[in-house]
């Protein structure tokens, strides 16, 4: 995860360096995205199959694989040849990232014990956890980007990998499912309603965030904070690092304190269920404020910018509990046998929330500027609480 909020901001500035308009800096991200999709759908079914340790192997050898690919990228090339070249990188990237979260999370609905809460407790743990790394990650890509270059960077993090799957190898516990040949792909398509419709809230709820967190917010930042000089541009890259770092850290903050925030240990999994669509209910109140101030305003000034750093540090923190409360109701509803097949598809639901985010975040910025990304995630979280609202407790 480190590696993969790394890439990320790599990628991101680097290519804007380069001057590639809004748009494009989108597709670099699409294929990313539509590899979450496809490998979400079909790793539970490789899970069931051939075992959980398998596919966490297999996501970090890719991973590594991707990185050092990607620094085989020349800048003599086109545009266009860039661009398919870093789609194709990224999209591997993306497989290997959902193979590995895909087969931690299952884990935790096998081995953590189920009474007094600790399951939402655990789950909360590990995604709160996961993202702060992540968090640090975006530091760490545009830090290294500022200070060795995009290509020592990318090596360095496949060489940290290698040294991580190796140790893994060698001290990996026994206990994980090791799969079952009968496991047929359509078993997939799960037929619980609550399960379908958490699905569709969360491709909503993450499209939501996509939609300004991919392009539009780092691309107003790099053009309020850069003067244009290499010492600018420097400082701009270090100062969006910073802030996409704290915003994903305090988010994954928030996601492990989620349980305490709910008072889970003490609450009903139907109370839990009617606290999922008060808090996505109360999500939309952020974006749409901060519509209203980015079209009241004469262009960005130091109030705006000031007022988007704090709405946003309010979404992540409300945005948090909505994702941690997501993240313990799809293992609630599913069972042991289906875990794997189940977690798969509520993740492919959220990879395409993030394709439809990523698209939607360049088309907007590039169409309506940050107004438009900030009001569209308004639209797509209104549509992720009427989801929530179909939910049976």
Same mark, same amino acid.
């Given at each position: ?13 680097? =290519? ?298 309010? =979404? ?78």
């Amino acid at each position: 995860m480190l590696t993969d909020g790394a890439l990320r901001m790599l990628v991101l500035l680097h =290519f804007n360096t380069l001057g590639f308009s809004p748009v494009q800096l989108a597709y670099l991200f699409v294929l990313y995205e539509i590899a979450g999709v496809v490998t979400n759908l079909s790793a539970g079914w490789i899970a069931a199959r051939f075992g959980l340790t398998s596919t966490l192997y297999a996501g970090l050898a890719i991973q590594i694989a991707a990185l050092v690919a990607l620094a085989q990228l020349d800048p003599s090339w086109s545009v266009t040849a860039s661009v398919v070249f870093v789609m194709a990188v990224q999209g591997a990237s993306g497989v290997a990232k959902d193979l590995a979260k895909m087969s931690s999370k299952s884990a935790v609905k096998v081995l953590a014990p189920e009474e007094g809460g600790s399951l939402f407790r655990w789950v909360a743990v590990l995604t709160g956890s996961k993202n702060a790394v992540k968090g640090f990650g975006f530091l760490v890509g545009a830090g290294s980007l500022a200070l060795f270059g995009f290509v020592p960077s990318v090596l360095g993090m496949a060489a940290m990998l290698a040294v991580i799957l190796v140790a893994i190898l060698w001290k990996m516990p026994a206990g994980l499912p090791q799969g079952r040949k009968d496991a047929k792909f359509k078993e997939v398509f799960s037929k619980n309603r609550n399960i379908n419709w958490l699905s569709a809230a969360r491709l909503f709820l993450f499209g939501a965030r996509d939609v300004w967190f991919v392009v539009g917010i780092p691309i107003y930042f790099y053009s309020v904070l850069s003067d244009g000089t290499p010492e600018g541009q420097r400082a701009a890259f270090f100062m969006i690092g910073i802030f996409m770092a704290i915003w994903v850290i305090l988010y994954g903050a928030v996601q492990a304190s989620a349980p305490k925030v709910l008072r889970a240990d003490k609450r009903s999994r139907g109370d839990l269920v009617s606290a999922s669509s008060f808090w996505v209910g109360i999500l939309i109140i952020a974006p749409l404020v901060l519509t209203a101030a980015v079209l009241l305003t004469d262009g960005p000034s130091t109030g705006l910018t000031t007022l988007i750093v704090f709405g946003l540090l309010v =979404f992540g923190a409300i945005f948090a509990v909505n994702s941690a409360l997501h993240s313990y109701l799809i293992l609630a509803f599913t069972d042991k046998e289906r875990v794997t097949m189940d977690v798969g598809f509520y993740y492919m639901a959220n990879a395409a929330g993030r394709l439809v985010g990523t698209v939607a975040s360049g088309l907007s910025y590039q169409i309506g500027g940050l107004a438009l990304c900030l009001a569209t995630a308004a639209a797509m979280i209104a549509a992720s609480w009427l989801c929530i609202r179909r939910l049976e407790p």
